[in-house]
């Protein structure tokens, strides 16, 4: 292709990006080498890697909050993650950020979920404790490093150093010396206001908590008084869907309106300052305090309600049985996991198995071999 026409991946990102933006002239780059490609950024590589991994199909058979039986309508791993993605996008752009990067930073934050979420997560934990543990953000970098292959020669998808770096920051958010890029700390934003809107919107639908005990949260008020005199006009349905709508809405606004100021008053040139900064992009304010309440009352009423206690208590469970069962005969494990065994021992590579798993594909195999 006589590609002279086309503009260069540097002279977009200098035409639109902000100098706080991570530019892909200034990546890392990836630990085995390869040439660039004629159009596509580093970062739009990264995206199409993830986006094509057996890792990030498999999140569509994967809970988020409510499991399959539950019904056909909330949300699974996979739309939660496409949901982060579309909001961080628009934060990202009108921030003038490195969208590509927070894209391909999205799409990764939870690929490394095991089945039945943080259960899920909690049982592998434990499962691991002699060996160093278990957690969904570090799985993701074993998932983009060494599980998942693209090329004959080197292991994993070889993503760059800003999405790795990016999603390592996830594993211990609260050590001191992590300091994100600003997309990276744009997609935990998104990712927890995605989370906030969803979660009310599924646990309405599936009758978990009642419009009444919801409109008594500080968040829920000032998205109705957002929302004006216009509400009365609207049928129950809609109503929801404007009050969920109006509570990302107001979220997004909300960082935007602090976000952009702050940023063009640091006056940042380059990733090196950005990198010695504890600023941390998010919501702040009264609308801060009312999403640390809402997140308060999910966790009490929703992640704790009777119903997903159950099914979190059945899944642990079955995992831990799973899990020993595997270990006591690693000979019925795929030829890969069980030639993982020499690189990571017997049961790092049963957790890294079972991680890898789909919730379904978890419950047949748990029916077929534990019963
Ligand atoms: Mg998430």
Not at 275 to 286: A, K, L, M, N, T
């Amino acid at each position: 292709m006589a590609n002279h026409a086309l503009q260069t991946t540097a002279e977009r990102e200098t035409a639109l990006l902000a100098p706080y933006a991570m530019f892909s002239s200034q990546s890392a780059g990836r630990r085995y080498h390869e040439s660039e490609h004629p159009y596509r950024s580093p970062f739009q590589r990264d995206r199409d890697r993830i986006v094509h991994s057996a890792a990030y199909r498999r999140l569509s058979g994967k809970m988020q909050v409510f499991t399959g039986d539950m019904g056909d309508y909330h949300r699974t791993r996979l739309t939660h993650t496409q949901e982060v993605a579309s909001i961080a996008r628009t934060m990202g752009r009108a921030l003038r950020l490195n969208e590509d990067l927070i894209e391909a930073l999205a799409l990764f934050h939870d690929i490394g979920h095991p089945p039945f979420g943080h259960a899920g997560e909690d049982a592998l934990n434990e499962c691991l404790q002699d060996d160093g543990g278990f957690s969904h953000n570090q799985y993701a970098l074993t998932i983009a490093e060494e599980l998942e292959t693209r090329h004959q020669s080197f292991p994993g998808l070889n993503l760059t150093r800003e999405v790795l770096e990016g999603q390592a920051t996830r594993v211990d958010k609260q050590a001191e010396d992590i300091h994100p890029l600003l997309e990276a700390q744009v997609v935990e934003a998104a990712d927890s206001m995605t989370y906030d809107a969803h979660d009310v919107d599924d646990a309405l639908k599936l009758g978990l908590v009642t419009l009444e005990e919801v409109h008594q949260q500080a968040m829920i008020r000032i998205c109705v008084e957002l929302m004006g005199p216009r509400v009365s006009d609207l049928g129950p349905a809609e109503y929801k869907r404007a009050l969920i709508h109006t509570m990302i809405d107001c979220q997004v606004t909300n960082v935007l309106e602090n976000a952009g100021p702050a940023l063009a008053g640091f006056g940042w040139t380059s990733i090196c300052e950005i990198r010695q900064s504890d600023y941390r992009i998010g919501p702040v304010g009264e609308l801060a305090e009312a999403k640390s309440a809402m997140e308060a009352f999910l966790y009490e009423r929703v992640y704790r309600h009777p119903e997903l206690v159950k099914t979190r208590e059945r899944a642990q469970s079955q995992i831990y049985q799973l899990f020993e069962r595997y270990v006591a005969n690693p000979d019925v494990l795929p030829d890969r996991f069980r030639k993982r065994i020499e690189l990571v021992g017997l049961r790092r590579s049963v957790g890294d198995y079972v991680a890898g798993m789909t919730d379904r594909f978890f419950e047949q195999q748990y029916l077929g071999f534990v019963g």
